[in-house]
């Protein structure tokens, strides 16, 4: 046998392990792959949406009004059992979903009540003698009074929201408490001035009237959603759901608040500190 087949054998062996094997990835946790979260299934949105409907129809026909709000409050109160769901997107990854989704909806609503307005600034440009008619039954300490009361709530509900973040429950029971006392009396005052301007003989018929109970009536209505909205919270927080590391639905309904303030201070300022 000559010396190169005695070589060969070793040589193939030297040549195997000079051949570098891949490394092979020690076993991990897999990643977790991405949840999606649904509501728990319930007729809770569809008896909600049956009752504002009611609710709606019932502004013509009076007594589907006093069978729509019991159904859409029943509704609302169910949903208020719905456990929050923190969703994380891959969008705006630094601003929560739901803060993005509530400036969205401000910002809709600004277009809305700015059309409201300047259609009352309309009116009052074309009718002047009209408005200024009704400008001297208008109550002004009434309507600063009620300005008032609605500047306080927006305070107390800046003072509940810094109550529920350093954990101090009672204290933001009490400041929020009193933001659904002061938004009932609000809606109370309201209601006062639209007996006393029908009684005097503006009706939604005048033009004034047209103007003046569709502006305020929206915003009226928008004050009586931030009560029950500011109930439902309420009563999930008695549940523990807010605390100092879960206060966004605080804050939400808080920049809700404050928009509705504001544009009372907007329209206090044209319906009846302009003639």
């Not at 029943?74 to 719905?82: C, E, N, P, T, V």
């Not at 923190?86 to 969205?104: C, P, Q």
């Not at 009672?170 to 009684?199: K, S």
Request: charged residues 15%; aromatic residues 12%.
């Amino acid at each position: 046998m000559s010396d190169a087949q005695l070589l060969a054998p070793r040589d193939a062996e030297e040549m195997i392990q000079a051949v570098p094997c891949p490394e092979v990835a020690p076993a991990g946790p897999a990643e977790p792959e991405e949840e999606v979260h649904l509501p728990p299934p319930s007729l809770a949105p569809f008896i909600v949406g049956v009752g504002a409907t009611l609710t709606v129809i019932g502004l013509i026909a009076p007594p589907l009004l006093a069978l729509g709000v019991p159904v859409t409050l029943f509704g609302l109160l169910r949903m208020a059992s719905f456990p929050e769901i923190d969703l994380h997107g891959r969008f705006f990854a630094e601003l929560d979903h739901r803060k993005l989704a509530m400036w969205a909806f401000l910002a809709s609503e600004v277009l809305f009540f700015g059309s409201l307005i300047g259609t009352f600034i309309r009116f009052k440009v074309d009718h002047p003698e009209v408005f200024r008619a009704a400008h001297e039954v208008l109550s002004l300490p009434l309507a600063t009074l009620g300005t008032s009361v609605l500047i306080v709530s927006s305070f107390a509900v800046v003072m509940g929201l810094e109550a529920i973040q350093s954990d101090d429950r009672r204290v933001f029971f009490n400041w929020m408490g009193l933001t659904i006392f002061f938004g009932a009396m609000f809606l109370g005052i309201q209601a006062f001035e639209w007996y006393e301007l029908m009684h005097e003989g503006i009706k939604a018929s005048n033009i004034f009237g047209t103007a003046f109970f569709a502006t305020t009536g929206f915003h009226g209505l928008h004050v009586l959603i931030g009560v029950g909205w500011l109930v439902i919270l309420l009563l999930r927080a008695r549940r523990g759901l807010y605390s100092a590391s879960n206060s966004l639905g605080v804050e939400l309904f808080g920049l809700y608040w404050h928009f509705v303030d504001v544009v009372w201070i907007v329209l206090f300022t044209v319906i009846y500190l302009i003639e």
